[in-house]
C-alpha cells in the first residue's frame, strides 16, 4: 500500500490562510493539512496537518477515532480531560507529545491562551 503524500521539500507555511474548522469540532478549532488526505469512510489514507485553539476554547465529549494519532504540542497551551463546563483536566506546554492507537478515548480539550498542534493521522497498513 502506497502512501498518498507527495514529495515537498522545505518551504515556508502560510500561518495566515488554508485554515477552516473540521466537520465536528467547534468554531475556534481549525485546521490547515499540509500533506496527504484520510478517507475515513475507507479506512485508508494517512494525513499531516496543523491543528490551532483560540484562546479559551473547549470541547465537550471525548474523541474516539479508527485511525492511529500522534501530537506534538508546538506553541501555546493545551488542558486534557476537562468537564462540559471546560473545568478541569490536565495542563500541558509546549514540546509534549501523543502517540494514540485506533479506539483510544481521548479529551475533552481546552486551550486557555490558545495552542498549535502538528498531528500525524494514518491507518494500519493492510
Known sequence: ?????????????????????PPGYPEGIEQKILS?????????????RLLRFAPGVFTTAPFVHDYWEE???????????????GEGGEAFSPDTYACRPPGAYHGPFKSKAGCVLLEIHYYDPV
Open 71 to 85: 501530537v506534538y504540542l508546538v506553541s501555546g497551551d493545551l488542558t486534557v480531560g476537562n468537564d462540559a463546563k
Open 1 to 21: 500500500m502506497g502512501v498518498n503524500k507527495e514529495h515537498k521539500e522545505f518551504h515556508a507555511v502560510d500561518m495566515g490562510s488554508g485554515w477552516h474548522v
Open 36 to 48: 496527504g488526505a484520510l478517507d475515513e469512510d475507507t479506512g485508508k489514507g494517512t494525513r499531516t
